[in-house]
């Protein structure tokens, strides 16, 4: 008998506002495992965002509890990534000394630090790339370039906020692809913020759909598809019915923010 592995993530009924403000999050209660793939979906300002921030350290909470790998968010800050909507590349360095960023900033000796940014670099497919500026790059490479950079410290926790949000959908396509290609290397847990269903279906193991005034959890559909997923499970009708399922769950969320 095996004890279960301790969770990545555990949210204890947490409340959120700022200073005297309203509730932004209501009695969030979430257990993340390890090796678990979470989307998080909902309309606009439920506080899909600030659930992430939350678990990364850069904002804390009102009441009740939060452990990150079994410790405080802001202890377990170095073995968690965060990859943003925006590519936040520095224009001045080219595509590897982005890469090695984390790297120097922690100290590492500069030969290491460029054999490290190099593997990772390879590893999203941007060999080519290693010494373009990130002007040279397209919104995909630049997104790439991100999520090396995030990989280089070995995360056991990513925290992804619709990082594919801004580019076209078969970029995106490809992109989530080679998401979870690194994902089947890397092992890490997982927490994914998108507005796009089909998305969050074809990433995760589980999708918990938001609500609105004050944020909170209203479902959560498991995704039951095995993993490693191709792209060819985006046509199958199982699929698409996961995708209907969820669809129908966010218009009952914007139903009751406008009742």
């Known amino acids: 008998f095996m004890e279960p592995a301790a969770p990545i993530v555990k949210f204890t009924s ?9 509730l932004i999050l209501d009695d969030i209660n979430l257990t993340v495992a390890p090796g678990d793939l979470v989307s998080l979906i909902g309309p606009s300002g439920c506080g899909k ?5 939350l678990i990364s350290g850069l904002s804390p909470g009102s009441e009740g509890g939060l452990e990150v790998l079994g410790t405080t968010p802001k202890q377990a800050r170095d073995r968690q990534a965060f990859i943003f909507q925006d590519a936040t590349l520095l224009p ?11 790297l120097r900033l922690r100290g590492m000796a500069a030969g290491e ?3 490290k940014a190099q593997e990772m670099l390879s590893l999203v497919g941007l060999d080519a790339a290693r010494d373009y500026y990130p002007r040279q790059l397209s919104g995909g490479m630049k997104m790439r370039v991100s999520i090396a950079r995030a990989l280089t410290l070995s995360p056991q926790l990513l925290l992804l906020d619709e990082p594919f949000g801004a580019l076209d959908e078969m970029t995106r396509n490809r992109l989530n692809e ?12 997982a927490l994914f913020v ?6 969050a279906v074809f990433l995760s193991n589980r999708v918990l759909v938001m609500a ?5 959890f209203h479902a959560e559909v498991k995704v039951d598809f095995p993993y490693p997923r191709v792209p060819a ?3 199958r009708p199982d699929f698409q019915a996961k995708v209907n399922e969820i669809s129908q769950l966010l218009h009952q969320v914007e139903e009751i923010v406008s009742a």
Not at 92 to 102: D, I, K, S
Not at 212 to 216: L, M
């Open 178 to 189: 080679e998401l979870l290609a690194l994902r089947e290397r890397s092992r890490f847990t």
């Open 49 to 53: 965002s600030t659930v992430l921030k």
């Open 194 to 199: 998108t507005h796009s269903v089909s998305e």
């Open 92 to 102: 001045w360095l080219t595509a590897q000394r982005n890469v090695e960023l984390p």
């Open 14 to 22: 947490l409340k959120k506002r700022y200073g005297t403000g309203p």
């Open 212 to 216: 609105a005034n004050p944020g909170r």
């Open 113 to 115: 630090r460029a054999t």
């Open 233 to 235: 499970l985006r046509g």
